[in-house]
Structure formats: C-alpha cells, structure tokens
C-alpha cells in the first residue's frame, strides 16, 4: 500500500510509501541510475517529530515510489523500487531530517552468499531460476535474448545471487535496466543492439547557458564528447581436453588505428566458434566506451537503458540518436529549509537536473565485464555421486565421474548435480596411464583449473568414517593399495620382515614375495587354474645364487607337457624317474638313446612288448654280451616287416627250455656258408608238413604213414667226430641215386635188425681194420657179385661160417679167426 505525502499542495516532488507519516515532505533527492547496474537514489524526507509511531526501522524493504510531476504536458517522471536503507541524519525546529535510499529489488540479491552447481542449463536458464529463488514473477522481469546453448557445468561459489547472475550477465553480452511504472520497476533483459525511445519521444534541444535562463526549457545546457584509444584486436584461447589437438581460439577486430592486441587465456569456451563469438563481444564490449557523450540540463525521462535524439546542436553530426548508459538525477525542492538544504549539499538549485553519459544509438552496447570472478585457491570436499546404487564406478567414456560438491547446497543427487569431473592421475600418456576407479560415496578432494569454479579437477581420495584408510595405526608399517573388490597389494615395510603381497579373493590368489611364508620367500597361489604364458623365452634357474636347492613339482591331476619345438634337457647328477602306473611313451618319427658309459638297465616286473613297424638294429660292442630277460618272458613282435639279427661274430641262440623256430605263413631257410652244425642231446627230428621236406639238397618223402625216402642228387659225406648211435625203428630205405660215402673217423656202430638191399653194387672202403662183430648173419648172393677189396688182412672171427657158392680171390692172406 502506498501513501502519497506532502505538506504542501504545490510539492512537485513526492514520496508514495506506507513507510513514512503522511505528514512527511520530500525536500530533495539525488541518484544514479546505469545500464547493467542497479540505481540507488538518495530521498531526503523530512518527518514531524511529534509523530511517534514512526519507527526507522519498520521503512527497511518497504516499498516506495518517487514522482516528480511538473503537472504540465509531459508524464510524471516515476522512479519506484523498495528503500533498502533509512537512516536518521538529523532533528531541528520540531522535524526529523530522514533519507532513504530507493533501489530495485535486484538490489536485495546482493545480501544472499549461495554455492551451488547448476548442470545443463543455458545461461537464461540460470538467472531466471535464480530471480524465481528469490521471488520474482513473470510481471516483475521480461527476457529479450537471442538462444543460448547448455553449459555443461556452472557454479556459484560463495557469491551473492547479484553477483552470480551479473557476472554471467557480463560474459555472455546481456544487458539489464529498468522500467518504471505506477506498480513498480520491472526487470529488462536484452542482448539486441535495440533501444527503446525515452518516454517523451520529442527530441531534446541543444541551449546553451549561463546563470538561470528559464527561456531555455527542458534542454541540454551542455553536451560534450570524450574519445578514447582502443586495441587493434582481441583474441580469445583455451583448452578443450576432449580434443587436445583442436586450435580453440577466437578472434575480433576491434579498432583499425589501434596499438596493440589483447590476448587472453582461459575464458571457458571449448570450440572455435564459441571463441570467435566471446571475442565479437569482448570488442563490441570495447567499442560501446570509444566515444562517450556527456550532456546536462533539466530534460526528464531520460533514463539509462533508453534512447533520445539531439537537435539544434552547432556541430551537425552531433545532431543523433543516442543511448543513456547513465544518468544522475537530481531533485530540490528544500525551498525555504536553509538549514537542511545546506545539511544536504544539494548540487543544482533547478527542482530537477540530470547528468548523463551517453554513447551512439548505432553502437552495440555491451556491459562491462566488472564483476569479479571467484577464484578457488585452495581446495574442496565432494562425493562421487552417480546416478545407480552399484558397487562399481560410474564413469564415463572418458574416466570422468559425477561429484556432489559438499559446499553445494542444492538438493541434486544421484548424478544430477555436478557435470562429468576429471580425475588427476600420477601418469599418463597416449596408451600409458593410471587409474584406480573411485565408487560411489568415496570422499575426494577437488582444485580448480585457475581457480575458476567452473573447472574443477579431481586431486585425490580422501578417507572418512565410512570409507576408512587401509593403513592406520594397526598396521602402520605396511604401505596398502586395495581395490573395491579387495584386489591388494600391500608392502610391508617392518625391519627383517619386509615383504610384498599381491593378493586376489578370486580363488584365493596370491603372491607372496619376502620375509618368509610358510618356510618359502617366494610363494605364487591359486586355488583354481593357472597359466604361465612366455612369449620369447622362460628362463627357470634354482639354487645357482645360494650355491644349492632343489626343485620340487607336486601335481594332483594328469599332467600334458606340449613342446612344438626341440627339447634338451641336461642332467649332471644322477636322475631317479618313479611311475606308480602304465607310462605310455610315443615318438612320431625317430628316437636316438646313447648311454655314454656306465652301462644301461631296464627292468620289467611283467611281460614287455616291442612293437617294430619297421627295421631293428641292435649293436653291441666288442668283448660285451646282449642279454634277455630274468624270470620273465621276452617277446618280439614284428608286424608288417623284417626281423633281421646281424652279427659280425659268433651269434648263440640258447634255451634252457624247449625252443621253437617257426615259419607260419612262408618257407623257413637255414643257410651257412661254413660248416652247420645240428646237435641235440635227445633225439632229432626233421619234419615236414608236405609229402617232401628239403635239407641242404637232401629230399626227404613221406610215402606212406611208416615208410620215408631219403633222396639226395650229390654226394652225401657225413663225418661223426666222436661216437654216434643210429637207430632205425622200423624199415629203412635209403636210396642212393649217385656214390655214397661214408667216412668214420673212430668207430661206427650199426645196430640194425633190418635187411639191407642194394640193387646196383655197393663199394665199402676201408682204409683201416674192419671189425664186424654180430650175431649169426646171413649174406646172400645178390644179382651181381659181391666184392671184398682189402689192402691189409681180412679177418674173419665167426664161430662157424658157410659159403654158399662164393669164389673167394684175395691179393693176400686172408685170415679167418674162429
């Protein structure tokens, strides 16, 4: 509710607030108002003393308009806000002298202090969130921009709301300034190069003059001009990490006759084009304060933000449209109150003056980038959010993670309220690098890439309460690196017993290094399968440093050994192979044994079997003997090929058992080209299993089941070193197709009670005595005669001997002994 004041009916200045006392008079005020800045006008209003139930301090935040109306042709000039301070300066003849200091309720932003991030949002976005935070409604701000892209990540660091929205406001080009109307101010918006007309629309005069001609009107009593150098360019440079290589740079003319260039880094842009855009403004920004006007004299309604035009000025060119980018406004109307006027020091006498700045209306006007920055030297606390409950990291494409900023007093969580965050590493590179994953609710510790908020950088975990460090003070001599997943590595650092572990709770993997483990200082664990993978070469070396050791496998399972290669192995002491089971051993194409010396053994408890597809040769040195088997049977069998056994000396076959060489399937020879001898100790029996067997050329024939031919085409000698007994059992033929000669070189027995018949002549020569000793014997006469040759006596011992027509003729004596 406002209340309009004044004691006297002519004021033509006045106050409307429920604030102050009707009886208050408004006795002057002065103040500036500026594009981009909030306006602050001082009102002096003076107050009855004897009005009690006026308190200073109920007219704080109250809502006042000010009015200055000459009640002719021309609107009432309004400036309208709330009273942002009130003080009491002084009290004289039975008045208070009061002021109040009139500013917008833009004005009550700079007594906020806020950190929060905002995520995705465009810069309009942004300030209308933040103008919606603190009250404002469609009616009391209007937005005239252009469209402006998302920022990814923009943050409020312990900044008041006014500065927050201005310094982005600054950045990006927009300026603000205020309309003011019978229900208050309302907010403007613009980034255009349009300006709205004063209030008036008439062009303002040029009249210059001295002293107090009231001829001149509403008039400029003096306008000038201010011209400044300006830089040849500007040129804007950053970083994008996401692509290194990019050239993100922009660049602006700015004045052709300038003397130099203005070259920053670090602007936060990421592409080429925004660069060139942030520096089109940054010029526009420098070129909007090249020529700066300055005009006073008592014309209303020209307020920052608006634009007027000039005439009747000497110098035609000046004669333009122009734009308000400031104004100090004045009013007096102290009239007869010496006392408070001089208390007051009011400049000008005239009820209303105004000293303004202006710049060409053809100018793209850009606000002054004035507002500080904030800066970040130090450091700050966040979480690593995400926007799922896992019990794994929640990162990016890039390794970058969501952080809830502990100073950020938004209620965003589960990934929403920070961008992607970057997460410094001790080493890099284009394929190297170095990452340990951070899970969600892990404490980290943030900087800032120049300290702007904007750009902040992981620098490291921080443990807390819930996630404790690995090391504290039970374990303070170990050195710990331990994954979410409980993957670790811990070195102990304890004198004596310095020791690495690397450890996995994955089938209970480990690698122990170090003070002894369980007797060892090296011990490589796994309760499930293990791979050892060399690429080049695995080199395996025992005992060589300490000068001893051993080497023990120990394997549960069946164990494959595949070597695609050659295989050496070299043993210097004796080497000791047990198998509890059957060892099969296969060679694809050839093995070569050599025992150097000391002789081979192999002993088999049970039957062995050599199968030979092919050829065997076994050599034996001179002077050494092959042996068999002991107690057991020895078997060779030869499948699809020969069985040769060659030796360059004598070769024995013996058998203290029976022994048996047999031909299955094909004929059986026996061949030596020396002397072959047959001895048996029993008998020895020569069979066929067809009507004719062959011996040496000697043809034996099976005639019927007890008759056989003993045929043979040559001569037959038959030699019998010692005594030999033939005894035939049956009937005996022995043909003789040739000479048979028969040579004894001791003595021959024949034991024969069988009939010898010969159907051609038979010689018998003997070169020595013959001793024939028998029972009765008959000698017939055969077909042809019979014949004695002797070349010594013929000694016949019989008891009683008959000669049946036998003609006996001999050279010499023949001797018959009885």
């Known amino acids: 509710m406002f209340f309009l004041f004044s004691t006297l009916m002519d004021d033509l200045i006045t106050l409307s607030s429920s604030a102050f006392p009707a009886a208050s008079r408004v006795v002057g005020f002065r103040g500036v108002e500026a594009i981009s800045r909030l306006y602050e006008i001082e009102i002096f209003v003076t107050v009855p003393s004897e009005d009690g139930d006026f308190d200073l301090a109920d007219t704080v935040g109250a809502k006042a308009r000010l ?477 060589y440093q300490s000068g001893g050791g051993h080497k023990q496998e120990k394997v549960k399972g069946p164990v494959i050994e595949i070597y695609e290669n050659t295989k050496n192995e070299t043993v210097t002491l004796d080497v000791t192979e047990t198998y509890n089971q059957r060892q099969h051993t296969e060679v694809a194409t050839g093995q070569d044994l050599l025992v150097k010396a000391g002789g081979q053994k192999i002993g088999v408890n049970g039957g062995m079997g050599v199968n030979v597809d092919g050829g065997v040769t076994i050599k034996v040195g001179s002077g050494h003997a092959l042996s068999g088997a002991e107690g057991a049977d020895y078997k060779i069998d030869v499948v699809g090929g020969k069985y040769v056994m060659h030796t360059d000396q004598e070769m024995q076959i013996k058998s203290k058992a029976a022994a048996l060489i047999e031909s299955e399937d094909a004929t059986m020879d026996i061949r030596s080209k020396g002397a072959m001898t047959l001895h048996a100790v029993g008998p020895l029996t020569t069979q066929g299993q067809t009507e004719t067997t062959r011996i040496l050329g000697v043809s034996f024939k099976d005639v019927n089941g007890d008759k056989t031919e003993f045929t043979h085409g040559h001569a037959v000698t038959v030699k019998l070193a010692t005594e030999r007994n033939f005894t035939l059992s049956a009937v005996a033929n022995f043909a003789l197709s040739g000479a048979f000669d028969l040579k004894v070189g001791v003595f021959v027995n024949v034991n024969a009670s069988a009939t010898f018949t010969f159907a051609t002549g038979v010689k018998a020569e003997f070169n020595s005595t013959i001793d024939l000793r028998t029972t009765p014997m008959k000698i017939q006469n055969a077909t042809a005669g019979f014949v004695f040759n002797s070349t010594g006596c013929f000694v016949i011992n019989t008891m009683e001997m008959a000669f049946l027509g036998v003609s006996f003729m001999s050279r010499a004596a023949i001797q018959l002994i009885n």
């Open 67 to 543: 009015v200055l109306d000459r009640q002719d042709d021309l609107p009432p000039f309004l400036l309208a806000g709330v009273l942002g301070r009130v003080d009491l300066l002084h009290e004289f003849d039975g008045r208070a002298l009061v002021r109040g200091l009139l500013v917008p309720r833009l004005w009550e932003l700079r007594l906020s202090r806020h950190s929060r991030i905002f995520t995705g949002k465009s810069v309009p976005e942004v300030i209308e969130e933040i103008l919606t935070d603190n009250g404002f409604t469609e009616q009391d701000y209007e937005m005239r921009l252009g469209a402006y892209e998302p920022e990814e990540h923009i943050c409020q660091y312990r900044e008041s709301d006014l500065d927050f929205i201005s310094r982005w406001m600054e950045r990006e080009g927009i300026r603000y300034w205020f309309e003011h109307t019978e229900e208050g101010e309302k907010l403007i918006l613009d980034d255009s190069a349009w300006y709205p007309d004063e209030a008036v629309g008439i062009p303002v005069r040029y009249y210059p003059q001295l002293g107090h001609d009231r001829s001149a009107g509403a008039s400029f009593r003096s306008f000038s001009a201010q011209h400044n150098s300006l830089p040849a360019s500007i040129k804007l440079r950053d970083h994008d990490y996401a692509r290194p290589n990019l050239d993100v740079s922009g660049s602006a003319p700015v004045w052709q006759y300038g003397p130099g260039e203005v070259n920053l880094h670090g602007e936060r842009f990421f592409s080429p084009d925004a660069g060139k855009r942030l520096a089109k403004l940054r010029a526009e920004e420098m070129l909007a304060r090249q020529v700066i006007y300055q005009a006073a004299g008592t014309r209303l309604h020209l307020r920052a933000g608006t634009a007027f035009q000039l005439e009747e000025h000497p110098r035609a060119p000046l004669n333009a449209r122009y734009l308000v980018i400031e104004a100090r406004h004045f009013g007096n109307q102290a009239g007869d109150m010496s006392s408070f006027r001089e208390l007051l020091g009011l400049e000008h006498d005239d009820v209303y003056f105004v000293e303004l700045r202006a710049i060409p209306a053809k100018t793209q006007f850009r606000p002054e980038c004035r507002t500080g920055w904030p800066r970040i030297y130090g450091f700050e606390n966040g979480v690593i959010d995400g926007p799922a409950t896992t019990d794994y990291a929640q990162i990016d494409g890039q390794g970058r993670y969501n952080v809830k900023f502990l100073f950020d007093e938004s209620s965003l969580k589960d990934g929403a309220a920070s961008t992607w965050v970057r997460m410094m590493q001790p080493h890099g590179g284009s394929v190297e690098g170095f990452h340990f994953p951070l899970r969600k609710g892990t404490g980290v510790l943030l900087s800032f890439l120049g300290g702007d908020p904007d750009r902040p950088v992981i620098t490291g975990v921080v443990p807390n309460a819930h996630t404790p460090s690995p090391v504290s003070s039970g374990n303070h001599t170990k050195n710990v690196i331990q994954t979410g997943g409980r993957n670790r590595l811990e070195l102990e650092d304890l004198d004596g017993q310095q020791r690495i572990t690397m450890s996995t709770p994955h089938t209970n993997s480990y690698i122990r290094m170090g003070s002894p483990n369980k007797g060892h200082t090296m011990i490589v664990h796994t309760d499930g399968p293990t791979k050892l993978d060399a690429g080049g070469n695995l080199d395996i070396e025992a005992g």
